[in-house]
């Protein structure tokens, strides 16, 4: 079977690197992909959006099954693009279409969702430009710190927490009547501020059946002990040792279930990954939001503890025969450490020459942000590498990851050298 990818990150790399180790696989595309993505498949040079080169791709490559990594061209409809194309009927494509991707794509829509299939989440409210008093009123209800929410898509950009009242209505007269985010902040979800500790689930669903895959958590912030401003990710962890038994089966029962049930129940064909952002208060989870894609770095550290063959978890999701497979996965702890260029997240410097990866031995590295330029692996992005390691114990594996990571050289190169820190 030939397979596309889309996408150029870490996430993409790591489902490349999982699919090349099926015997079910014929040949692997890439759009467009990243250095490491090369080594392994063919990198197409296809925007993620540009579906009508996807499409004459698909037919000039014979390609079977499209799987999806970023939200944007699943907000944007690609799967909908594909089952609409009489030329393209064969195809398989995992990821959502644009009615399930609205999980992601509004905010307001997966707080309606959740409101009605009773999934527990943050008090909130949702206003535009025209209730921008009705904002400021809401905010004097709520207690500091403050959320605020670009509805739409914002690049990870778009969720602010703020203490001071006053900067918060400030903020929210930004977003609303001065488009701080775009047309992703014509309307604001304001949410009640939940205090507990994160993390993520992530379940793949057939329609019909779905499977959990491991549990992670990730560290968002660019300093150390969560300090600073927000990233993609600077690096995960999997399994959450927080996450026991008692509380992964309230998950189940009162967030994964109604989630898989409420998609049914208001007839959203929903064929893909659905990542679950949670908050664990007082021994309960909460939802924070819905993604319908899988994380970044998450993937780096659940992927590789999947034993059971990915394609045939691909292949049975298609057929909505996600009931007949059993999923195995490795009990061992997994850690990725994420090598970002100096600067990120704001400006930063691409194109510097990383050497090293070769010398890696007893960790793997994803690439994240890289191309090949003149016979050299370069930086071409905030988040450039991520190594992840197993261990038997989350710190055991730390170590393995930060001592792969001194073989690894590029110009100005910056890592959160505590991550785990807090599960430690």
């Given at each position: 079977m030939n397979i596309l990818i889309l996408g150029s990150g870490?996430?993409?790399?790591?489902?490349?690197?999982?699919?090349?180790?099926?015997?079910?696989?014929?040949?692997?595309?890439?759009?467009?992909?990243?250095?490491?993505?090369?080594?392994?498949?063919?990198?197409?040079n296809i925007d993620v959006n540009d579906f009508q080169s996807i499409k004459e791709a698909v037919l000039k490559y014979a390609i079977k099954m499209i799987?999806?990594?970023?939200?944007?061209?699943?907000?944007?409809?690609?799967?909908?693009?594909?089952?609409?194309?009489?030329?393209?009927?064969?195809?398989?494509?995992?990821?959502?279409?644009?009615?399930?991707?609205?999980?992601?794509?509004?905010?307001?829509?997966?707080?309606?969702?959740?409101?009605?299939?009773?999934?527990?989440?943050?008090?909130?409210?949702?206003?535009?430009n025209v209730t921008l008093e009705e904002g400021y009123q809401f905010l004097e209800e709520l207690q500091a710190p403050y959320v605020l929410k670009a509805d739409g898509l914002a690049a990870g950009k778009g969720v602010l927490i703020l203490n001071s009242l006053e900067k918060a209505r400030s903020e929210l007269k930004e977003m609303l009547s001065n488009q701080k985010f775009g047309k992703a902040s014509s309307k604001v979800v304001i949410e009640e501020f939940l205090d507990g500790i994160e993390m993520s689930c992530f379940v793949l669903t057939d329609g019909k059946n779905y499977i959990s895959l491991p549990n992670a958590k990730d560290y968002k912030r660019i300093g150390e002990a969560d300090t600073g401003l927000n990233t993609?990710?600077?690096?995960?962890?999997?399994?959450?040792?927080?996450?026991?038994?008692?509380?992964?089966?309230?998950?189940?029962?009162?967030?994964?279930?109604?989630?898989?049930?409420?998609?049914?129940?208001?007839?959203?064909?929903?064929?893909?990954?659905?990542?679950?952002g949670l908050i664990k208060v007082n021994n309960e989870p909460l939802v924070i939001e819905y993604n319908v894609r899988l994380g970044d770095p998450e993937t780096e550290v659940i992927i590789p503890r999947l034993k059971t063959d990915l394609l045939d978890i691909f292949i049975a999701?298609?057929?909505?025969?996600?009931?007949?497979?059993?999923?195995e996965f490795d009990k061992r702890s997994v850690t990725t450490v994420m090598?970002?260029?100096?600067?990120?997240?704001?400006a930063y410097q691409k194109g510097k020459e990383i050497s090293g990866i070769e010398a890696v031995k007893s960790s793997i590295v994803f690439h994240a942000g890289t191309i090949r330029k003149e016979d050299k692996t370069v930086s071409n992005g905030g988040r450039v590498i991520a190594v992840t390691s197993f261990g038997e114990t989350?710190?055991?594996?730390?170590?393995?990851?930060?001592?792969?990571?001194?073989?690894?050289?590029?110009?100005?190169?910056?890592?959160?050298k505590d991550i785990g820190f807090d599960l430690i």
């Open positions: 870490g996430r993409e790399h790591t489902l490349a690197w999982k699919l090349n180790q099926s015997k079910k696989l014929d040949k692997l595309f890439i759009a467009p992909g990243n250095a490491g993505t090369a080594q392994i498949g063919t990198n197409l799987i999806i990594g970023p939200e944007d061209p699943l907000v944007n409809g690609i799967h909908d693009f594909i089952v609409s194309d009489n030329e393209l009927q064969q195809v398989a494509v995992i990821g959502p279409k644009k009615a399930g991707a609205q999980l992601e794509g509004s905010k307001d829509f997966s707080k309606q969702f959740m409101e009605r299939h009773n999934i527990p989440t943050a008090k909130y409210k949702s206003f535009t993609g990710g600077m690096g995960a962890i999997s399994p959450v040792p927080f996450a026991d038994a008692t509380f992964l089966k309230k998950v189940e029962e009162r967030i994964i279930k109604p989630t898989i049930n409420g998609l049914q129940k208001d007839n959203i064909d929903y064929q893909g990954f659905i990542f679950i999701t298609a057929e909505q025969k996600l009931d007949t497979i059993t999923i090598l970002v260029s100096g600067g990120y997240p704001e989350i710190e055991e594996a730390l170590e393995q990851s930060y001592e792969s990571i001194e073989n690894i050289k590029f110009g100005d190169m910056y890592y959160r």
